[in-house]
């Protein structure tokens, strides 16, 4: 090696040549890569937080701003920075040789910050949409712990009316738009409904419109009562992994619930009502029942003699006062040149307030595209849940109910004076008898058993898109498979129940459920199949002044049900969760198809931003009309004028104050092939309709005991052939406004929808009875809904405060059109029962609470009721006492009878009115929203609100229980009320109450509806307060948290409203008020990203 020899001045310079080679080598190796800071402000110089940083070209590379604007990166010594955020023009800098630290200042993007709206089978912003369309983003959406994406919109979206009608576990409030009945809901351009919805995690919801005109018409059949469009949330291009977290605990208990009586008040009240019926009278009764009385008030036990009065409290024992919640969202997002990719997972546990009552849900969300080539993207969305609702298999009351109502039931059937355990022993559930109840100590899993019901659901949606060569011109095709299986396991056990004898000391068995033939099992599979397919072909483009905008395409849907029921009663085996052959089972099977296709169209134009018009039509057919029948077409056509962007409006100089006008109006049409029961599916075939009820024939003439189970068909009848679409047409104007720079929004409209078709059978056709036919139905009533909505909006910026406010109020009501051959012998039979050109809530006068009679004051004393000169109780007053509602004579003839009756109450929007379902929609309401952030402290309050809602209470409600039924009370009927100062004594005076006085049974005042009773509905109610603070991110970077938020929510925390007197609900009512009321419900949460 003396070549390179360090001791030869040869060998030294070759080593100085070799290193010096060797250095300048690694120079350029090592300038390639070197560390960038910088901060990223606005206009103004305020920091920005979350900008994405991404080293153009190079997948991967990248950051986002941290809570003071800065960032820190390592690139190569050339590379190009992309700076991108919402609402901002996308940035690029080019790397200079001296770079180190970079001061960046993103502009705002004057059409960014225009709101983008999602429409049918587009997006536009909202300065260039000519029809009535609201929306609500994932900041809003997400500002909620409800388990539902229903709930998570209330009170938030103008033309949104909502109802909670039950807090029940996985719960959700029913959603109209503009009380027009249930909406149809399109999913990522996939058509569902309200179940796929509510499947939805709130957190995966990017946005929501609300299509509430005749815009909805390019989505032809179901859009009649108009449409919710939501977009889930995807990746961003150029965007680095970020992860994301939300976590909550909470705690629920009821808004609230009507006071119950305890053991005293209870006997306290039945006393008085037998004396104010005169069935207490004698003197050595009434002495007895003083001493009753002192014993039950001071709650007098002997064990040792059996001697009980002591009280037992069913709702403070059964019902939890903090029954938990928790939920657990994670995600992961972002993208590079050419992909973009978003996957998230949830799970949410709901307990009930009732022991062993669970709600649980996960769910799946990923959407996943790619660029193939300049002109060629695909996508792949994946939607999956998995929910389980799980609770004692109590026997419910009603199908639905699920066990619910009977534990409902039983709080204020059972009587306080009952007890759980037979002698207080655990071990034996007392035998007890009251009103629609059963004891509550035997609602749980281990002595009735246990019911599942599951959904397992997924959705695998396929998209492609095709930029053609042709500028402006692409097409898309989107393919859709939906599985959802429903397994519903209810294995319901025998238990027994006992009564105690003190004499033996034994415990004798009263009830035993299985020997009853209460002992049940039961399995359901139901498998729904749907397939959806479309595609589009789009055009975009602008030219100078003018934009213009088309899609034409076609689109099916087909679905396919299996289900399968076997019951077994009695249980053959109850040790085993089983079902084995058997004669005790049966076994119920159906199945069921359907299609749709239908084309589409759209066209729109834009010129200058000044004048917009569009035009939509849908041809849709549907299979469940006859050949000839079966196809339709449902166009609309909306514009709107820009008035501010007229250059003489810019002239006025009052731009600055009022900054936007557009005026609107749209009229579109749409069908409906839900006719309701009077049609039902295949009624225009022929043929037999199979399992149609059952009996034994006798396997052997000569024998009564040898049976077979035969299973019988039905002919179907005569083919309806008469019947078609249900259309429905829509108007709509309306006006926009933006003040102070758009800071202050108005939007304002008015409304009305005319339905025609509606299927009735003619009543003045007639066949001979020996016939056997009938008369077929056909298309022949109309019915329309006018109404109005209004939104306000105000967001703004004091310093480092940000800050918002917003209003919105909805009315619509529904009247009757034409209704087919209403014919009457007189004008009061018409008044009463006429349905043509008539309010909906006034109809079926003889039927409906709705129809009640006015109460024009109260009965002060005895005196007053004798000398009274209109008989109200059709007996010359005889059965009416002090405190009884006095009646208006309203056709002054000195009676009362059904004449005076009058339509004083609103019956919502779902008609004819049905006493048994409770009120219905308020025909009003309304939202408010406020909220802010500074400094890392974020809050938001959000009411919500119903108005013009009727409730009519039940017998229950009005005169509670006593006489014909056994049953514990509400205090405010049965204790507020008139009574004697010394309830025993019929001579004593009376004492003014809230309510008449109390007789435990039906009465002319507590029968008949009437204005005193009834209550029209008024509520504002909290349903939301969030309280959050945010980290410095300089505390939280250590840890890689990008950003730490802990908050606080309180939902439904109170309202405002005018049923506090009965302890109820405003929102759920319910005919006796002691429905599964709204939770109240307590949170505290954490929101990290990484």
């Known amino acids: 090696m003396d070549y390179l020899n360090l001791h030869t001045?040869?060998?030294?310079?070759?080593?100085?040549?070799?290193?010096?080679?060797?250095?300048?080598?690694?120079?350029?190796?090592?300038?390639?890569?070197?560390?960038?800071?910088?901060?990223?402000?606005?206009?103004?110089?305020?920091?920005?937080?979350?900008?994405?940083?991404?080293?153009?070209?190079?997948?991967?590379?990248?950051?986002?701003?941290?809570?003071?604007?800065?960032?820190?990166?390592?690139?190569?010594?050339?590379?190009?920075?992309?700076?991108?955020?919402?609402?901002?023009?996308?940035?690029?800098?080019?790397?200079?040789?001296?770079?180190?630290?970079?001061?960046?200042?993103?502009r705002e993007d004057a059409e960014l910050l225009e709101e983008v709206v999602v429409v049918g089978y587009g997006t536009k912003r909202k300065g260039?949409?000519?029809?009535?369309?609201?929306?609500?983003?994932?900041?809003?959406?997400?500002?909620?712990?409800?388990?539902?994406?229903?709930?998570?919109?209330?009170?938030?979206?103008?033309?949104?009316?909502?109802?909670?009608?039950?807090?029940?576990?996985?719960?959700?409030p029913n959603i109209q738009i503009r009380n027009l009945g249930a909406p149809l809901y399109v999913i990522d351009g996939i058509m569902t409904d309200s179940g796929s919805f509510n499947n939805l995690d709130i957190n995966d919801i990017e946005n929501i419109s609300v299509l509430k005109d005749g815009a909805a018409a390019i989505y032809g059949m179901k859009a009649a009562n108009g449409v919710i469009l939501?977009?889930?949330?995807?990746?961003?291009?150029?965007?680095?992994?970020?992860?994301?977290?939300?976590?909550?605990?909470?705690?629920?208990?009821?808004?609230?619930?009507?006071?119950?009586?305890?053991?005293?008040?209870?006997?306290?009240?039945?006393?008085?009502?037998?004396?104010?019926?005169?069935?207490?009278?004698?003197?050595?009764?009434?002495?007895?029942t003083r001493i009753e009385l002192e014993k039950w008030k001071s709650g007098v036990y002997n064990p040792e003699t059996g001697e009980d009065y002591r009280s037992f409290d069913w709702y403070d024992n059964?019902?939890?006062?903090?029954?938990?919640?928790?939920?657990?969202?994670?995600?992961?997002?972002?993208?590079?040149?050419?992909?973009?990719?978003?996957?998230?997972?949830?799970?949410?546990?709901?307990?009930?307030?009732?022991?062993?009552?669970?709600?649980?849900?996960?769910?799946?969300?990923?959407?996943?595209?790619?660029?193939?080539?300049?002109y060629l993207k695909v996508g792949y969305q994946l939607s999956a849940k998995i929910e389980d609702n799980s609770g004692p298999a109590l026997t419910p009351i009603d199908a639905a109910a699920g066990g619910y109502q009977l534990i409902r039931n039983s709080i204020f059937g059972l009587l306080p004076t009952m007890r759980p355990y037979a002698n207080d022993n655990p071990n034996y559930i007392n035998y007890l008898v009251a009103h629609d109840s059963r004891n509550m100590a035997g609602f749980d899993k281990e002595h009735a058993g246990e019911y599942n019901n599951t959904w397992r659901t997924v959705r695998n949606t396929f998209t492609v898109d095709y930029e053609t060569p042709l500028k402006g011109l692409s097409a898309k095709g989107m393919f859709s498979y939906f599985f959802a299986n429903n397994n519903q396991n209810r294995n319901e056990k025998g238990y027994k129940e006992y009564t105690y004898d003190r004499e033996t000391d034994s415990y004798i068995v009263m009830y035993d459920k299985a020997e009853a033939g209460g002992a049940k099992r039961s399995r359901i599979r139901d498998n729904y199949y749907d397939i959806n397919g479309q595609f589009l072909l789009n055009y975009d483009n602008t030219f100078g002044k003018h934009y213009i905008t088309g899609t034409a395409g076609f689109e099916f849907y087909q679905r396919q049900q299996n289900y399968l029921k076997v019951e077994q009663s009695p249980v053959d085996n109850p040790f085993v969760d089983l079902i084995g052959s058997s004669e005790n089972n049966k076994v119920e099977e159906k199945r069921f198809q359907n299609s749709t296709a239908?084309?589409?169209?759209?066209?729109?134009?834009?010129?200058?931003?000044?004048?917009?018009?569009?035009?939509?039509?849908?041809?849709?057919?549907?299979?469940?009309?006859?050949?000839?029948?079966?196809?339709?077409?449902?166009?609309?056509?909306?514009?709107?004028?820009?008035?501010?962007?007229?250059?003489?409006?810019?002239?006025?100089?009052?731009?600055?104050?009022?900054?936007?006008?557009?005026?609107?109006?749209?009229?579109?049409?749409?069908?409906?092939?839900?006719?309701?029961?009077?049609?039902?599916?295949?009624?225009?075939?022929?043929?037999y309709n199979y399992n149609q009820g059952a009996a034994y024939i006798p396997s052997d003439p000569f024998s009564s005991s040898d049976n077979k189970n035969i299973i019988g068909t039905k002919v179907k009848g005569v083919p309806i052939t008469t019947l078609s679409w249900?259309?429905?047409?829509?108007?709509?104007?309306?006006?926009?406004?933006?003040?102070?720079?758009?800071?202050?929004?108005?939007?304002?409209?008015?409304?009305?929808?005319?339905?025609?078709?509606?299927?009735?059978?003619?009543?003045?056709?007639y066949f001979p009875e020996e016939s056997g036919l009938s008369v077929l139905p056909q298309n022949l009533n109309t019915d329309m809904t006018v109404g109005l909505d209004v939104a306000?909006?105000?967001?703004?910026?004091?310093?480092?405060?940000?800050?918002?406010?917003?209003?919105?109020?909805?009315?619509?009501?529904?009247?009757?059109?034409?209704?087919?051959?209403?014919?009457?012998?007189?004008?009061?039979?018409?008044?009463?029962?006429?349905?043509?050109?008539?309010?909906?809530?006034?109809?079926?006068?003889?039927?409906?609470?709705?129809?009640?009679?006015?109460?024009?004051?109260?009965?002060?004393?005895?005196?007053?009721?004798?000398?009274?000169?209109?008989?109200?109780?059709?007996?010359?007053?005889?059965?009416?006492?002090?405190?009884?509602?006095?009646?208006?004579?309203?056709?002054?003839?000195?009676?009362?009878?059904?004449?005076?009756?009058?339509?004083?109450?609103?019956?919502?929007?779902?008609?004819?009115?049905?006493?048994?379902?409770?009120?219905?929609?308020?025909?009003?309401?309304?939202?408010?929203?406020?909220?802010?952030?500074?400094?890392?402290?974020?809050?938001?309050?959000d009411f919500a609100g119903g108005f013009m809602n009727t409730w009519c209470p039940n017998w229950f409600?009005?005169?509670?229980?006593?006489?014909?039924?056994?049953?514990?009370?509400?205090?405010?009927?049965?204790?507020?009320?008139?009574?004697?100062?010394?309830?025993?004594?019929?001579?004593?005076?009376?004492?003014?109450?809230?309510?008449?006085?109390?007789?435990?049974?039906?009465?002319?005042?507590?029968?008949?509806?009437?204005?005193?009773?009834?209550k029209n509905v008024k509520y504002l109610r909290l349903r939301n307060l969030v309280v959050g603070y945010t980290l410095p991110v300089n505390w939280t970077r250590k840890a890689l948290i990008q950003k730490c938020r802990f908050y606080f929510e309180g939902s439904n925390l109170f309202s405002f409203d005018n049923m506090k007197t009965y302890g109820i609900d405003p929102e759920v009512s319910g005919v006796q008020g002691a429905d599964y009321p709204v939770n109240r419900v307590y949170t505290i949460g954490v929101n990290l990203t990484f």
């Open 128 to 172: 260039g949409v000519s029809a009535a369309v609201s929306s609500v983003d994932s900041k809003d959406i997400t500002r909620s712990t409800s388990t539902t994406a229903s709930g998570a919109i209330v009170g938030k979206v103008a033309g949104i009316t909502a109802r909670q009608k039950t807090g029940e576990p996985g719960g959700s």
């Open 726 to 765: 249900m259309t429905a047409s829509i108007f709509d104007v309306g006006i926009e406004l933006g003040f102070l720079n758009n800071r202050l929004g108005i939007e304002f409209d008015l409304f009305k929808r005319k339905r025609e078709g509606i299927a009735a059978t003619p009543d003045d056709i």
């Open 9 to 106: 001045r040869q060998g030294y310079f070759r080593w100085c040549m070799l290193l010096t080679f060797l250095l300048l080598s690694i120079i350029p190796l090592l300038a390639q890569q070197r560390e960038i800071n910088g901060l990223v402000c606005d206009s103004n110089g305020e920091p920005l937080i979350g900008v994405n940083v991404m080293a153009k070209g190079d997948n991967g590379v990248g950051t986002i701003t941290d809570f003071e604007g800065k960032f820190h990166l390592k690139v190569n010594a050339d590379a190009t920075l992309v700076f991108s955020y919402i609402g901002y023009t996308t940035l690029e800098k080019k790397l200079m040789t001296n770079d180190r630290f970079l001061q960046i200042t993103m």
């Open 318 to 374: 059964y019902v939890s006062q903090a029954a938990p919640q928790h939920y657990v969202n994670a995600s992961i997002s972002g993208g590079g040149e050419k992909t973009t990719y978003y996957l998230s997972a949830s799970y949410v546990n709901q307990d009930a307030v009732f022991r062993d009552f669970n709600f649980n849900r996960i769910n799946i969300q990923g959407n996943f595209n790619m660029e193939l080539s300049k």
């Open 957 to 1014: 409600s009005r005169w509670g229980s006593g006489v014909n039924y056994v049953a514990n009370g509400f205090k405010y009927n049965t204790l507020d009320v008139w009574h004697h100062e010394d309830i025993l004594d019929p001579t004593s005076p009376w004492v003014p109450g809230t309510f008449p006085a109390f007789r435990g049974d039906e009465t002319f005042a507590a029968t008949n509806s009437n204005t005193f009773y009834n």
């Open 230 to 288: 939501v977009t889930t949330k995807s990746g961003r291009k150029n965007s680095k992994p970020t992860v994301s977290l939300n976590s909550y605990v909470g705690w629920q208990q009821w808004t609230t619930y009507p006071e119950l009586m305890n053991a005293y008040e209870y006997n306290y009240a039945q006393a008085m009502q037998k004396v104010n019926r005169g069935v207490l009278s004698d003197p050595t009764a009434i002495a007895n």
């Open 598 to 687: 239908s084309f589409v169209f759209r066209a729109g134009y834009n010129y200058d931003q000044r004048y917009i018009v569009d035009f939509a039509g849908r041809y849709d057919g549907s299979w469940k009309f006859p050949s000839g029948k079966r196809w339709a077409f449902f166009p609309s056509v909306s514009a709107a004028w820009r008035l501010s962007e007229e250059g003489f409006f810019k002239e006025l100089g009052i731009s600055e104050w009022l900054t936007n006008v557009k005026l609107r109006i749209s009229y579109g049409e749409m069908g409906d092939d839900g006719l309701g029961s009077i049609y039902p599916d295949f009624a225009f075939l022929s043929g």
């Open 792 to 941: 306000l909006k105000w967001n703004d910026k004091v310093n480092d405060f940000n800050y918002f406010a917003g209003v919105n109020l909805t009315l619509a009501r529904a009247k009757n059109g034409k209704i087919y051959g209403e014919k009457f012998y007189n004008a009061m039979d018409r008044y009463f029962w006429g349905k043509t050109d008539r309010w909906a809530s006034v109809i079926n006068g003889g039927e409906a609470g709705l129809w009640m009679y006015e109460t024009i004051g109260i009965f002060q004393n005895q005196e007053q009721i004798d000398n009274y000169p209109v008989n109200i109780d059709g007996k010359n007053n005889t059965t009416l006492l002090p405190g009884d509602p006095i009646y208006k004579d309203v056709n002054n003839d000195g009676i009362i009878n059904d004449h005076d009756r009058r339509p004083l109450g609103y019956a919502g929007m779902d008609f004819p009115y049905d006493e048994s379902q409770g009120n219905k929609q308020p025909l009003m309401s309304m939202g408010i929203s406020l909220g802010g952030d500074w400094k890392g402290v974020d809050f938001a309050v």
